[in-house]
């Protein structure tokens, strides 16, 4: 029945199983498993080190009780209702831990992402984020050994892209990347085509994101703050910009990301360049304004994921001969993505 532990208190019986990660992939997969108790004679409950607040989500959507060893805890039945949040990670290692989602690390998340319906086979996730064999072999280990991939041989995907998303979501910084702030006269979207023509002419590699992409590719709000993505040095972009640098009233950031995977996936909206829609997504649920509500729209109302695309898609196996491979950019599946059932 998928219990660890059986505890009789009152007149309840728990069921409890007990994980060492509370992975979004993992709290599904634990659901789906304890979701064949009879709640009838008993009551199902899971306890994790810690939940954070993208597994609390995937836990409470599937109606699965928790408990994490930090003082959260999310009970209820007919009778009971017991909600406790907002108590921190009592097991948080220090210092930066190994991680799936690290910045170089993270392009594996994000290819995946960027075609979630599509097999691979780790050589190519090796070739299409320019990381060696060795690296996107731990990646993959780390993001199957917390439930977010489905595998068919030597080919893999996301189990969930929706659960790939929201571990991402949870472990993403965006104060990592370098950020120049300050002031630009305009406003709106006719801002962003200005800077955006001031980088070009300046050779500057550029593409939003935050609210600026959230207008371009859904029409989401009027907007103030401009967020760009900049090749190499901040400061350079916003030398191009000629900004009066403070603090306060800061219209646009120029960011220089992390790691240069972030302007993978990248297009034109609305003649504007932005990164891809994965990327805005995280970036929103870590900016100001109406951001938030903005990465929920985008995600909801645009389809972020192509969920339809999973519907009933069969394993296959990649034809080898005859495919030619694009460097630096992900494939068109028209031309590389060529594919026979097995």
């Not at 810690?50 to 007919?78: C, K, Q, V, Y």
């Not at 780790?122 to 993959?140: F, I, M, P």
């Amino acid at each position: 029945m998928g219990a660890d532990v059986v505890m009789d208190a009152g007149q309840r019986r728990w069921l409890v199983q007990l994980k060492s990660s509370s992975s979004p992939g993992v709290i599904a997969a634990a659901a789906l498993l304890l979701a064949a108790i009879d709640r009838s004679t008993a009551r199902a409950v899971l306890v994790v080190p810690f939940m954070t607040p993208a597994s609390a989500r995937a836990a409470d959507e599937r109606r699965l009780n928790w408990i994490d060893l930090s003082g959260n805890a999310h009970l209820r039945n007919e009778q009971l209702h017991i909600w406790v949040q907002g108590r921190p990670n009592a097991f948080a290692k220090r210092g930066r831990p190994s991680s799936a989602f690290a910045p170089k690390s993270s392009r594996v998340a994000r290819v995946l992402l960027l075609n979630p319906a599509r097999w691979w086979r780790q050589k190519e996730l090796s070739e299409h984020t320019d990381l060696d064999a060795g690296r996107v072999s731990r990646v993959v280990g780390r993001l199957a050994a917390d439930a977010l991939l489905e595998r068919d041989g030597p080919l893999l995907r996301p189990r969930d892209p929706d659960l790939l998303l929201d571990a991402w979501a949870d472990e993403y910084r965006f104060d990592r990347h370098d950020v120049v702030a300050g002031h630009v006269t305009g406003a709106g979207l006719e801002l962003a085509r200005d800077a955006s023509g001031r980088l070009g002419q300046a050779g500057i590699d550029h593409a939003f994101t935050g609210l600026a992409a959230a207008y371009a590719l859904d029409r989401f709000a009027r907007f103030r703050l401009v967020g760009i993505y900049v090749g190499g040095d901040p400061r350079d972009g916003a030398d191009a910009l000629e900004p009066r640098r403070n603090g306060r009233g800061a219209n646009v950031q120029v960011i220089g990301p992390d790691d240069r995977g972030v302007l993978d996936g990248r297009g034109m909206i609305d003649n504007v360049p932005c990164v891809a829609p994965v990327q805005v997504y995280r970036d929103l649920l870590n900016l100001p304004e109406r951001a938030a509500e903005a990465a929920e729209q985008l995600r909801a109302e645009r389809g972020l994921l192509s969920a339809h695309a999973r519907q009933a898609a069969p394993p296959v196996r990649l034809l080898r001969r005859g495919v030619r491979r694009g460097q630096g950019r992900l494939p068109d599946r028209g031309r590389h993505d060529r594919r026979v059932p097995r």
